[in-house]
């Protein structure tokens, strides 16, 4: 864990280039290990997805606790199943949500044996909460928690961000054919607006096509603290 006490500063709102686009969809169950399947499945429909910067991919998630701190676990069999009000998010520049949308809306997404129906979408801007978290971020097989916090620290930095406080969460494994990446869940608090909005625009270290470094609100850090 970081922590270092607050100061004061100057809070300014900006806004944003970049957005969640959120879609309805039709699907009933997916593996728990999509994020490949699913990054691939968009790739060959948003054929510059992987290679535009500012986009990334929420990874699908059923009934959660910890307030999304904590990834339900799957069945035995590895299958998710989703509710009515489970939604597909790309975190996309405002430049590439119409032709997404035009896309997407209307299409399958295939995912082996499992599809997707993509329907209507809506835009989401970015919160303008100060408290932030990510399920994914990359760190190293092997890497002690103070030596990812570290990282973070300076990837942080990298991007202009003074952090205040991190936590670092659960360990992680996402499963690809030919390798597993290995990350952390990392809360990241007391933003200013300005960072708050930096950090959710820039994401934070590699892997934002499948999920990794996608930072989302976090409404409650009492409630992290005690995972």
Same mark, same amino acid.
């Given at each position: 864990?970081?922590?270092?006490?607050?100061?004061?500063?100057?809070? +300014?709102? #900006?806004?944003?280039?970049?957005?969640?686009?959120?879609?309805?969809?039709?699907?009933?169950?997916?593996?728990?290990?999509?994020?490949?399947?699913?990054?691939?499945?968009?790739?060959? +429909?948003?054929?510059?997805?992987?290679?535009?910067?500012?986009?990334?991919?929420?990874?699908?998630?059923?009934?959660?606790?910890?307030?999304?701190? +904590?990834?339900?676990?799957?069945?035995?069999?590895?299958?998710?199943?989703?509710?009515?009000? #489970?939604?597909?998010? *790309?975190?996309?520049?405002?430049?590439?949500?119409?032709?997404?949308?035009?896309?997407?809306?209307?299409?399958?997404? #295939?995912?082996?044996?499992?599809?997707?129906?993509?329907?209507?979408?809506?835009?989401?801007?970015?919160?303008?909460?100060?408290? *932030?978290?990510?399920?994914?971020?990359?760190?190293?097989?092997?890497?002690?928690?103070?030596?990812?916090?570290?990282?973070?620290?300076?990837?942080?930095?990298? *991007?202009?961000?003074?952090?205040?406080?991190?936590?670092?969460?659960?360990?992680?494994?996402?499963?690809?054919?030919?390798?597993?990446?290995?990350?952390?869940?990392?809360?990241?608090?007391?933003?200013?607006?300005?960072?708050?909005? *930096?950090?959710?625009?820039?994401?934070?270290?590699?892997?934002?096509?499948?999920?990794?470094?996608?930072?989302?609100?976090?409404?409650?850090?009492?409630?992290?603290?005690?995972?």
């Amino acid at each position: 864990m970081f922590w270092q006490d607050k100061e004061e500063e100057q809070k +300014v709102v #900006t806004a944003s280039d970049v957005v969640d686009v959120v879609f309805h969809i039709d699907c009933k169950m997916l593996p728990a290990e999509h994020a490949y399947l699913l990054s691939r499945s968009i790739q060959s +429909v948003l054929q510059w997805f992987d290679h535009e910067p500012l986009a990334g991919l929420h990874l699908i998630h059923g009934a959660e606790s910890g307030n999304g701190w +904590v990834r339900p676990e799957s069945t035995a069999e590895g299958i998710l199943y989703l509710s009515k009000r #489970t939604r597909l998010v *790309l975190r996309l520049p405002l430049s590439r949500v119409a032709e997404a949308k035009l896309l997407l809306i209307d299409h399958v997404l #295939t995912l082996g044996e499992f599809s997707i129906m993509v329907k209507q979408a809506k835009i989401r801007p970015l919160s303008k909460l100060t408290t *932030l978290f990510s399920r994914y971020v990359i760190d190293v097989s092997g890497e002690s928690e103070h030596d990812f916090l570290s990282r973070a620290h300076q990837q942080l930095l990298d *991007l202009g961000i003074q952090p205040k406080k991190l936590m670092a969460g659960r360990m992680n494994q996402l499963v690809f054919p030919d390798k597993i990446l290995h990350a952390r869940s990392l809360m990241v608090a007391e933003l200013s607006d300005v960072e708050t909005i *930096l950090l959710q625009r820039s994401g934070l270290g590699l892997g934002r096509n499948v999920g990794c470094g996608i930072f989302i609100p976090q409404k409650d850090i009492k409630e992290v603290s005690a995972v």
